[in-house]
């Protein structure tokens, strides 16, 4: 069930892009390049199934904030410098796109304006004007499965053939949130389903406030929440219902010597760590950034309830260099259970997630404002059609 390519049309820099996914992918480049444009799109995707990619739009200020700012196309010349950037009269609607093909089903969603006839206040918000889901390589003919077209949806049966869903959709209500009948349309269950189990960690708290410092009520925690408070809970449930002893030798990895405890006082779950040398074990609030930082990334890599697929942002902040190595490793086996896309811009994490089987790495640059794969011959683009309006 892995993503064999992800397709983003018009999400700022994101003009064009449309990049093959691994067990293991690794995101790089300088500052600027489009690495954080990835990663939000990404997460836009994400909010398709959680009835909340409008909202998520509109936070990063709507339609006219986060559509690409160049021209519509880019001519040859332009990228020679043989003719200055310019824009021209609009031949496409305007529209924000984005979707994926993994190895049974794939998945696109196209947002645009509302239409000048629309009487509403919300003139900013976006409107979903198509979703398709579809089966094998490309969203043509008999490939298609689900096809929602405005507030239409339908769905092909056993047979082959189309049959209308009964309730027609807003334009801010995706299918995946909207249609819950596993006869009529058993794709958008599994799509809803895979979406729903992504998993993404970004820049975890770890200041002298940071609530991971303090002693929390515990309860079974297979999957470290966003901002990692509940991280005691999920070692725990890590060390009785995953793998503890990949979890030892993770930190033994990073910390040699070191063991992992988890305090009970009526109910409420601390961290300890013994080390080597040291009379008692540190508590949460006592660990460095970087040694706090570790763990939640174990605790995310180790849950005994792996996502299909996880995203790491940056995972490098705060972690010391000799950290990176045991990191990669412990990132590298993840990938037996999960598909892991990491943006990171430390060379040394790079050079060492490079070496873990079955990784491949993605640079990305910009040119004329629109970011580009590194080395990436358009031959060797991954094929991605969108279905039009």
Same mark, same amino acid.
């Given at each position: 069930m892995t993503i064999a390519t992800l397709?983003?049309?018009?999400?700022?820099?994101?003009?064009?892009?449309?990049?093959?996914?691994?067990?293991?992918?690794?995101?790089?480049?300088?500052?600027g390049a489009g690495k954080s444009n990835l990663y939000r799109a990404l997460r836009l995707l994400a909010a398709t199934v959680q009835d909340g990619i409008v909202a998520a739009l509109a936070r990063e200020g709507g339609m006219p904030s986060i559509l690409w700012a160049g021209p519509e196309t880019i001519s040859r010349a332009m990228l020679r410098g043989e003719q200055p950037v310019q824009g021209a009269v609009r031949q496409g609607p305007v529209a924000l796109r984005l979707g994926f093909?993994?190895?049974?089903?794939?998945?696109?969603?196209d947002l645009g304006l509302p239409t000048p006839q629309s009487r509403t206040m919300f003139g900013l918000d976006p409107e979903i004007k198509r979703e398709v889901i579809w089966h094998?390589?490309?969203p043509r003919g008999g490939a298609v499965l689900v096809?929602?077209?405005?507030?239409?949806?339908?769905?092909?049966?056993?047979?082959?053939?189309?049959?209308? $869903?009964?309730?027609?959709l807003r334009p801010f209500e995706s299918m995946l949130t909207e249609y819950a009948d596993r006869q009529a349309a058993p794709e958008m269950m599994a799509i809803r389903q895979r979406?729903?189990?992504?998993?993404?960690?970004?820049?975890?708290?770890?200041?002298?406030?940071?609530?991971?410092?303090?002693?929390?009520?515990?309860?079974?925690?297979p999957v470290l929440s966003d901002d990692g408070r509940d991280l005691a809970a999920a070692l725990q449930t890590i060390r009785e219902i995953g793998d503890a002893a990949e979890?030892?030798?993770?930190?033994?990895?990073?910390?040699?010597?070191?063991? $992992?405890d988890i305090a009970n006082q009526d109910g409420r779950f601390s961290l300890?760590?013994?080390q080597p040398g040291m009379l008692r074990p540190l508590r949460a609030a006592e660990l460095s950034d970087g040694t706090l930082r570790y763990l939640l990334l174990a605790a995310a890599l180790l849950s005994p309830r792996p996502p299909t697929l996880l995203v790491l942002n940056e995972p490098e902040t705060s972690l010391h260099a000799?950290? $990176?190595?045991?990191?990669?490793?412990?990132?590298g086996n993840a990938t037996r259970h999960s598909q892991i896309v990491v943006v990171s811009h430390a060379a040394r994490l790079l050079a060492a997630l490079e070496q873990q089987p079955d990784s491949q790495s993605l640079v990305l640059e910009k040119q004329l404002g629109q970011t580009q794969i590194l080395g990436l011959d358009p031959l060797d683009r991954p094929p991605w059609n969108w279905m039009a309006r």
């Open positions: 397709a983003i049309s018009n999400y700022r820099s994101l003009r064009d892009m449309v990049l093959p996914l691994g067990p293991l992918t690794v995101i790089s480049g300088p500052n093909r993994a190895d049974d089903l794939g998945y696109a969603i094998g390589g490309s096809d929602r077209n405005g507030a239409a949806v339908r769905a092909r049966d056993e047979k082959g053939r189309w049959q209308a $869903l009964p309730q027609p979406i729903r189990s992504w998993r993404f960690y970004d820049h975890f708290r770890t200041d002298h406030d940071s609530p991971v410092r303090e002693p929390r009520v515990g309860t079974h925690t979890l030892e030798r993770c930190v033994d990895d990073a910390f040699p010597g070191s063991r $992992l300890l760590l013994r000799d950290l $990176l190595p045991a990191l990669a490793r412990m990132i």
